[in-house]
């Protein structure tokens, strides 16, 4: 299947999960992470998924996210439907809608911020002054012009966190998936954070999707999706799609 041949459609939901099923076999052992999930998310939106330990909510972000693939059901990103792609699809797929933010940062150490946020236009093949270019001014837009080529060890955890949200933003995704974004940060710089994330939505129209165990955060999306056991138990914007 060519990505060329099939156009994201621009009036099509962000991401829509359809009884997804996500079984693992571990050391003999079938263990459901999710049971069949409906979710859908459409362009511009800003959601929480909720839900304890266990419940399901980061292996959903993974699957959402085209990290991993459902055990059975159906994942579609941008109208475009990812079941049947290869694994170069997927990647392809992934890195031209999709942004991440993970809470361990996932930044290269031995890498300057710059280069760590023009990683995902390498491998869209965009030439090399034009990937600085779009890198400096993702940076400058989380406020780190002044760190450019500055290292991870060389940099606080808050703005580890911002690289990491420039790189996300570097390829003008359509959505934002964000797993536990405040987790290794304190109070003040976990709300600098969120500050930055709550402007995307608003200002870029940057679908954002965040996983999350802090209330606090979760209560600043306007739809909070609660998952526990596996399945979604209730959600604000009324209920599994």
């Known amino acids: 299947m060519s990505l060329d041949a099939a156009p994201l459609a621009p009036s099509a939901a962000a991401i829509v999960a359809s009884e997804v099923v996500r079984t693992y076999h571990?050391?003999?052992?079938?263990?459901?992470?999710?049971?069949?999930?409906?979710?859908?998310?459409?362009?511009?939106?800003?959601?929480?998924?909720?839900?304890?330990?266990?419940?399901?909510?980061?292996?959903?972000?993974?699957?959402?996210?085209?990290?991993?693939?459902?055990?059975s059901g159906t994942i579609s990103v941008g109208?475009?439907?990812?079941?049947?792609?290869t694994d170069t699809e997927l990647a392809?797929?992934?890195?031209?809608?999709?942004?991440?933010?993970?809470?361990?940062?996932?930044?290269?150490?031995?890498?300057?911020?710059?280069?760590?946020?023009?990683?995902?236009?390498?491998?869209?093949?965009?030439?090399?002054?034009?990937?600085?270019?779009?890198?400096?001014?993702?940076?400058?837009?989380?406020?780190?012009?002044?760190?450019?080529?500055?290292?991870?060890?060389?940099?606080?955890?808050?703005?580890?966190?911002r690289v990491a949200i420039a790189r996300a933003l570097v390829g003008e995704p359509r959505v934002l998936l964000a797993d536990e974004p405040t987790g290794n940060l304190d109070t003040r710089t976990g709300e600098e954070i969120?500050?930055?994330?709550?402007?995307?939505?608003?200002?870029?129209?940057?679908?954002?999707?965040?996983?999350t165990h802090d209330r606090d955060v979760a209560a600043r999306a306007r739809r909070q999706i609660h998952m526990r056991d596996g399945l979604i138990e209730s959600d604000s914007h009324g209920g599994p799609a």
């Open 26 to 71: 571990l050391e003999g052992v079938e263990v459901t992470a999710l049971l069949g999930v409906s979710l859908r998310v459409e362009p511009g939106e800003y959601a929480a998924i909720v839900g304890p330990s266990g419940s399901g909510k980061s292996t959903l972000m993974h699957l959402l996210g085209l990290l991993d693939r459902p055990t």
């Open 92 to 161: 392809a797929l992934r890195n031209e809608t999709i942004g991440f933010v993970f809470q361990s940062f996932q930044l290269l150490s031995r890498t300057t911020a710059t280069d760590n946020v023009s990683l995902p236009l390498v491998y869209r093949g965009t030439p090399r002054r034009e990937r600085r270019d779009r890198a400096v001014a993702a940076l400058e837009a989380v406020g780190l012009g002044h760190r450019l080529d500055h290292r991870p060890s060389q940099m606080s955890g808050g703005e580890q966190q």
């Open 194 to 211: 969120m500050s930055i994330l709550d402007g995307l939505n608003r200002d870029r129209g940057v679908a954002v999707l965040l996983v």
């Open 79 to 85: 109208g475009r439907d990812a079941t049947g792609l």
